[in-house]
């Protein structure tokens, strides 16, 4: 039996939800610090590449924050299709999206194909540990109030996962890794409203679609406190907010190439001993 394509597949995200989570937050001021984050280590990173980028693309949900940051860069929506145009990029930047993507290949198959030969890819999102210890806490919780379980936080990929995504882009030279932040809340209220503020809100198609009972949400807040306090402040809690960030670069015949099995001109061994030597 064949595997199901991306388009047979049930859809991750609602759309619609998502689209009205992101308008919401944008009305009321945007809690952009994890896109601050997120910008402020791409541009340290552009930064130390010892060339210019004349024809940036920015893949986003949210436009007005990374047009300020870019303001040379074309907007381009992160819609299951993306607006770009094959070959016309030398950098494209997929920022804090790829985690609502229901194909996250096909967006970065989609950047890839908008590079010019040796254009570079970026792409940022949360993963690894992110949220991990509330999606653990909420799961608990309906699990002993209610019997049932429902998806409350979005799944995030881990960043080996992620990092092979590039390769099956047909992106070289594939880096993937991660930036950690932790942070600390006053309870379960404060950070859930801090994820609305953020846009990231429970947007999955298959979302709870009445409203979530209290003694549900105070059962999870008491795992939060007892299994996540906050080290500084144990009266708060603590959550985890991993960035994973994803680079490649559209081939070139001027790349560094790997070398050919078994094309060596030194026994491994032999380099050991030489290191030993040294020290």
């Known amino acids: 039996m064949n595997a199901p394509s991306a388009s047979d597949r049930p859809a991750l995200t609602d759309r619609r939800a998502l689209t009205r989570q992101r308008r919401r937050a944008m009305r009321a001021g945007h809690a952009d610090v994890l896109h601050r984050l997120a910008a402020d280590e791409i541009q340290d990173r552009l930064a130390e590449i010892k060339r210019s980028f004349t024809r940036p693309a ?11 940051r870019f303001p040379d860069a074309k907007i381009v929506a992160d819609d299951p299709v993306l607006d770009l145009e094959p070959g016309a990029h030398d950098l494209v930047i997929h ?23 040796d254009g570079l890819f970026i792409g940022v999102c949360p993963g690894g540990q992110t949220l991990s210890g509330l999606r653990a806490a909420l799961a608990a919780a309906e699990a002993e109030i209610t019997g049932g379980l429902s998806p409350r936080v979005l799944p995030m990929g881990e960043i080996r996962d992620m990092g092979a995504l590039l390769g099956r882009a047909g992106l070289a030279l594939p880096v993937a890794d991660l930036v950690s932040q932790r942070a600390s809340y006053r309870d379960l209220i404060h950070l ?17 679609r009445r409203p979530t009972r209290r003694a549900v949400l105070a059962r999870a807040g008491a795992i939060m406190a007892e299994h996540h306090p906050d080290r500084d402040d144990p009266s708060r809690i603590a959550v ?3 960035l994973v960030f994803l680079t490649g670069w559209a081939p070139a015949p001027s790349q560094p190439k790997p070398l050919r099995p078994g094309s060596a001109t030194t026994l491994l061994a032999d380099a050991l001993n030489e290191i030993r030597k040294k020290t």
């Open 240 to 242: 985890t907010f991993d």
């Open 95 to 117: 920022a804090m999206a790829l985690h609502w993507a229901d194909d996250p290949v096909g967006q970065m198959v989609h950047s890839a194909r908008a590079l010019r030969q």
């Open 58 to 68: 920015i893949v986003t949900g949210f436009p007005d924050f990374w047009a300020a």
């Open 192 to 208: 859930a409203r801090d994820l609305r503020a953020m846009g990231e809100g429970n947007a999955m198609a298959a979302r709870l």
